[in-house]
């Protein structure tokens, strides 16, 4: 499923507006001054620029969420990342008193966690990656190569090439790639484990092929997730 993170109004003059909801009912208006989110996944600790973040919340539990403090980390692009912080906390301000009160978001008790900013959703067909731990994201063909190796010899078409790029069956077995020129590769893939670029968040992502699910040139749709609980109100911070 792709999700569509809700907006919210707040100026903000250096740190990043953000709006948190905690699972006692408190909400936070403020900015946050983490700069980078580090998130302990399937594929490693991946680095997230805050700049890239649209929307936190807690995994659904079921299958793929095994962990209490497990999240799905939504990014502009549409893009879902799953996995649990790497630190517990996250700094951030907000307005009370007359001035800036530091506090540190502890994400077990997260319930939401929206940024401002407008998405930004690709146009045409992307490359979409799928994986077993829950992964949903966006690729960038032009910096993403597929390493596959046959009787012929060893190829290594950037996704830009390619018409498709799949499993015959068993991930782990031999793969079909189509190219725009219309050659067809069949082989195993050089290594247990692809790469990909990423257009946005992490600059990329590993995931072994015992965990792959779907690598596919698709549309990319946005489904809006449910409004926040409460209305947002407007605030206006004084300039400093």
């Known amino acids: ?48 620029p805050l700049a890239d973040v649209g929307e936190v919340v807690p995994a659904k539990r079921g299958e793929l969420a095994t962990e209490a403090r497990e999240v799905d980390v939504w990014l502009k692009n549409g893009s879902e990342l799953r996995g649990t912080w790497a630190e517990p906390e996250l700094a951030m301000a907000i307005a009370v008193g007359g001035a800036n009160i530091g506090v540190n978001l502890p994400m077990n008790e997260l319930t939401r966690f929206q940024l401002q900013g407008a998405a930004r959703w690709p146009s045409g067909p992307v490359y979409r990656m799928r994986t077993t731990w829950g992964d949903d994201f966006l690729v960038d063909p032009a910096k993403t190569r597929v390493q596959l190796e046959n009787q012929l010899g060893s190829f290594a078409p950037l996704l830009t090439e390619c018409r498709s790029v799949a499993p015959i069956n068993d991930p782990e077995g031999d793969w079909r790639i189509e190219l725009e020129t219309g050659t067809v ?19 990329e992502v590993t995931v072994p092929l015992k965990n792959f699910v779907s690598l596919r ?6 489904v809006p997730m449910a409004p926040p609980p409460m209305p947002v109100e407007r605030m206006d911070r004084a300039a400093r």
């Open 1 to 48: 499923m792709i999700a569509l993170f809700t907006a919210f109004s707040l100026h903000s003059h250096v740190d990043t507006a953000v709006r948190a909801t905690l699972s006692d009912g408190q909400i936070l208006m403020g900015e946050v001054r983490t700069k980078m989110l580090r998130l302990v996944t399937g594929s490693g600790l991946l680095e997230v």
């Open 185 to 203: 590769l069949v082989g195993h893939l050089k290594e247990d484990r692809v790469t990909l670029a990423l257009p946005m968040g992490p600059k």
């Open 217 to 222: 040139l698709e549309s990319w749709t946005p």
